[in-house]
């Protein structure tokens, strides 16, 4: 009997259920950041749009859509572009060139109510122009001089504790770009 009951149970797989996952890693191309986000700043809105329809010059239905826009904005420097010479011989590290900011700013728009009614539908176009606009809004508000100007002084400072080294070994620190202003280099 349990000769039978085993041979039964190994036949029919009547012990639990088997589960197989097949896993696969594609891997394109790995290469080396040099970039430096030396500042992030993230805002948030909300932003009322009604959309109203007029019959000789009354209103007859509107619609709302309140939207929220939640937008990251990030100054960073490539440091690939970065150049420097040694002048070992009179202890100088010579900057010749140093990056623009690269400014990115990431918008993302949730629509958090809309009234639709019966008669006035809001269509797929209509939602598209109001997170568009919500959008162009939101990169309208962010002031870009002032951002770049806090990211070079950040800039400056993180350059300033990477060149510890050098001005612990006695080596003066020369800007020929004339980016780099007066923080300690």
Request: a positive charge.
């Given at each position: 009997?349990?000769?039978?009951?085993?041979?039964?149970?190994?036949?029919?797989?009547?012990?639990?259920?088997?589960?197989?996952?097949?896993?696969?890693?594609?891997?394109?191309?790995?290469?080396?950041?040099?970039?430096?986000?030396?500042?992030?700043?993230?805002?948030?809105?909300?932003?009322?749009?009604?959309?109203?329809?007029?019959?000789?010059?009354?209103?007859?239905?509107?619609?709302?859509?309140?939207?929220?826009?939640?937008?990251?904005?990030?100054?960073?420097?490539?440091?690939?572009?970065?150049?420097?010479?040694?002048?070992?011989?009179?202890?100088?590290?010579?900057?010749?060139?140093?990056?623009?900011?690269?400014?990115?700013?990431?918008?993302?728009?949730?629509?958090?109510?809309?009234?639709?009614?019966?008669?006035?539908?809001?269509?797929?176009?209509?939602?598209?122009?109001?997170?568009?606009?919500?959008?162009?809004?939101?990169?309208?508000?962010?002031?870009?001089?002032?951002?770049?100007?806090?990211?070079?002084?950040?800039?400056?400072?993180?350059?300033?504790?990477?060149?510890?080294?050098a001005k612990a070994l006695n080596y003066t620190i020369e800007d020929q770009t004339g980016k780099l202003g007066v923080l300690g280099l």
């Amino acid at each position: 009997m349990l000769l039978l009951f085993f041979g039964l149970k190994s036949c029919l797989n009547l012990g639990g259920k088997t589960e197989k996952s097949d896993y696969y890693i594609l891997t394109n191309q790995i290469s080396k950041m040099n970039k430096m986000v030396v500042l992030e700043q993230d805002i948030s809105s909300m932003q009322k749009t009604k959309m109203s329809y007029e019959f000789f010059g009354s209103e007859m239905t509107s619609n709302n859509i309140i939207t929220y826009t939640k937008t990251n904005a990030q100054v960073s420097y490539d440091l690939n572009k970065m150049k420097m010479k040694v002048d070992s011989i009179n202890k100088k590290l010579i900057i010749t060139e140093l990056p623009d900011a690269n400014i990115r700013i990431t918008p993302s728009v949730e629509i958090q109510s809309m009234d639709d009614s019966f008669f006035n539908r809001i269509s797929e176009k209509d939602i598209k122009n109001v997170t568009q606009k919500a959008k162009e809004t939101a990169v309208k508000s962010i002031n870009q001089n002032k951002l770049r100007d806090e990211g070079h002084k950040q800039l400056m400072e993180n350059l300033n504790n990477i060149f510890v080294l050098a001005k612990a070994l006695n080596y003066t620190i020369e800007d020929q770009t004339g980016k780099l202003g007066v923080l300690g280099l």
